[in-house]
């Protein structure tokens, strides 16, 4: 028998169960936020979850089946994350509807209209987020404050987050000291005492997720350690020049989605580079748009955008980047 050489489209596996392990793994790692989100914000966490994850899954479907009359590969496991990521993106009082037209964004037009899993440029739960905030930026700004187990998905009491508590403060003249006052302290922000979407309440979590992608190598350190770096570096040079006007690094850490998005977003395989050098140069440019955004731009959130503006740019840096070639000459001098 010939054996012929096969030219495939990503993704490209080893065996048929690799991508279904890579992204069980991820779900393991998202499950101690899930838990903290259902600790504060009650069955509204369950709630949106699950309808996320739910959509995600019927809508790649339906478009495999009937649209692209493609093999159907929704047991893959990547629809899932995403329903779960675009879930942690979202506010736990979100509407039913609003949450499908999320979900029907970021699976397809995120990712199906590429091509489907491997040829998405720009991570699709990042994509279903960003178009709900332009589409309906009231709704996905209005975010329960923690009250616990027992609070209900549509009675909900909403707050405002510590970002557009600073944001809203600076623009009234008042100063960083005394609009620290009126958040939350680090203990609380660390453990997800505070108002926001459903994955960004969650550090010492998220951090425990990292943790476990990093033990079972799902991850690896570069990107999330080189945005992390980043903001704290970038934060820390602005906090020292005036630390009336700019928040110290550590708030920036624990508030919004920073380490949701270094730690889950950022690190998808088929939208970030392929070298570690590349991912590092992606890991900085997305940690320092962040910061921009934040502070100089006026929205109090940057992470979402500067993902995707760094999504945009990781063909280039693939292209500029690259390891060396098997078997090619090294020079020596």
Same mark, same amino acid.
């Given at each position: 028998?010939?054996?012929?050489?096969?030219?495939?489209?990503?993704?490209?596996?080893?065996?048929?169960?690799?991508?279904?392990?890579?992204?069980?793994?991820?779900?393991?790692?998202?499950?101690?936020?899930?838990?903290?989100?259902?600790?504060?914000?009650?069955?509204?966490?369950?709630?949106?979850?699950?309808?996320?994850?739910?959509?995600?899954?019927?809508?790649?479907?339906?478009?495999?089946?009937?649209?692209?009359?493609?093999?159907?590969?929704?047991?893959?496991?990547?629809?899932?994350?995403?329903?779960?990521?675009?879930?942690?993106?979202?506010?736990?009082?979100?509407?039913?509807?609003?949450?499908?037209?999320?979900?029907?964004?970021?699976?397809?037009?995120?990712?199906?209209?590429?091509?489907?899993?491997?040829?998405?440029?720009?991570?699709?739960?990042?994509?279903?987020?960003?178009?709900?905030?332009?589409?309906?930026?009231?709704?996905?700004?209005?975010?329960?404050?923690?009250?616990?187990?027992?609070?209900?998905?549509?009675?909900?009491?909403?707050?405002?987050?510590?970002?557009?508590?600073?944001?809203?403060?600076?623009?009234?003249?008042?100063?960083?000291?005394?609009?620290?006052?009126?958040?939350?302290?680090?203990?609380?922000?660390?453990?997800?005492?505070?108002?926001?979407?459903?994955?960004?309440?969650?550090?010492?979590?998220?951090?425990? %997720? #990292? !943790?476990?992608?990093? +033990? $079972?190598?799902?991850?690896?350190?570069?990107?999330? =350690? /080189?945005?992390?770096?980043? &903001?704290?570096?970038?934060?820390?040079?602005?906090?020292?020049?005036?630390?009336?006007?700019?928040?110290?690094?550590?708030?920036?850490?624990?508030?919004?989605?920073?380490?949701?998005?270094?730690?889950?977003?950022?690190?998808?395989?088929?939208?970030?580079?392929?070298?570690?050098?590349?991912?590092?140069?992606?890991?900085?440019?997305? %940690? #320092? !748009?962040?910061?921009? +955004? $934040?502070?100089?731009?006026?929205?109090?959130?940057? =992470? /979402?955008?500067?993902?995707? &503006?760094?999504?945009?740019?990781?063909?280039?840096?693939?292209?500029?980047?690259?390891?060396?070639?098997?078997?090619?000459?090294?020079?020596?001098?």
């Amino acid at each position: 028998m010939s054996k012929f050489l096969t030219v495939s489209p990503s993704p490209h596996i080893f065996a048929g169960s690799a991508i279904n392990k890579l992204m069980t793994g991820v779900v393991i790692a998202l499950l101690p936020a899930f838990v903290v989100s259902v600790v504060f914000y009650g069955t509204g966490a369950i709630i949106v979850t699950l309808l996320s994850v739910l959509f995600c899954v019927l809508f790649e479907y339906l478009i495999q089946k009937f649209i692209l009359n493609t093999e159907v590969r929704v047991n893959d496991g990547s629809a899932v994350v995403t329903g779960v990521l675009l879930a942690f993106n979202l506010p736990s009082n979100l509407p039913w509807w609003i949450i499908m037209t999320g979900a029907l964004v970021a699976i397809g037009i995120g990712k199906m209209t590429f091509g489907g899993l491997g040829n998405n440029p720009f991570n699709p739960a990042l994509v279903g987020r960003v178009f709900l905030l332009i589409s309906f930026p009231v709704q996905m700004t209005t975010y329960p404050v923690p009250a616990g187990f027992d609070t209900g998905y549509a009675d909900a009491v909403t707050g405002a987050t510590p970002l557009s508590i600073i944001k809203e403060g600076l623009s009234n003249n008042m100063t960083i000291p005394e609009l620290m006052k009126e958040v939350p302290g680090y203990w609380e922000l660390f453990i997800g005492k505070l108002g926001g979407s459903l994955g960004e309440i969650a550090g010492a979590a998220l951090i425990l %997720g #990292l !943790i476990y992608m990093l +033990i $079972r190598k799902i991850i690896t350190w570069h990107i999330p =350690v /080189s945005i992390i770096v980043t &903001i704290v570096l970038f934060t820390g040079i602005l906090w020292q020049i005036d630390p009336r006007t700019n928040a110290d690094p550590l708030f920036h850490l624990l508030t919004g989605g920073i380490l949701l998005g270094a730690i889950f977003m950022a690190t998808d395989y088929v939208t970030s580079p392929m070298t570690y050098l590349g991912m590092i140069i992606y890991g900085v440019g997305i %940690g #320092l !748009i962040t910061v921009i +955004i $934040r502070v100089f731009g006026s929205y109090p959130e940057g =992470v /979402s955008f500067a993902i995707l &503006i760094m999504n945009g740019f990781v063909p280039v840096i693939n292209r500029y980047i690259k390891p060396k070639r098997f078997g090619e000459e090294v020079k020596n001098g």
